[in-house]
């Protein structure tokens, strides 16, 4: 099983899609490209902000996001 996932979407307050990542089926931040690609940014969900996630796969999840959004 994966520890994380990453689901695309396009949310209306954004003008570009977004990358939502959940680990350990938690919902922890969103990755978006408002700024363009080269400027993407991370906003973690409030009540992720309490949470303790392993840095090794939280890396991985913040890469495959960015992957899935270049596409």
Do not use: C, W
Request: proline residues 3%; aromatic residues 10%.
């Amino acid at each position: 099983m994966k520890e994380y996932e990453i689901n695309i979407g396009s949310p209306i307050e954004y003008e570009e899609l977004v990358a939502y990542i959940r680990i350990y089926d938690k919902p922890i931040a969103l990755v978006q490209m408002e700024e363009g690609k080269d400027r993407m940014k991370v906003e973690f969900f409030e009540e992720s902000l309490n949470e303790k996630v392993d840095l090794t796969i939280f890396i991985e999840a913040l890469q495959e996001a960015k992957r899935e959004l270049e596409k």
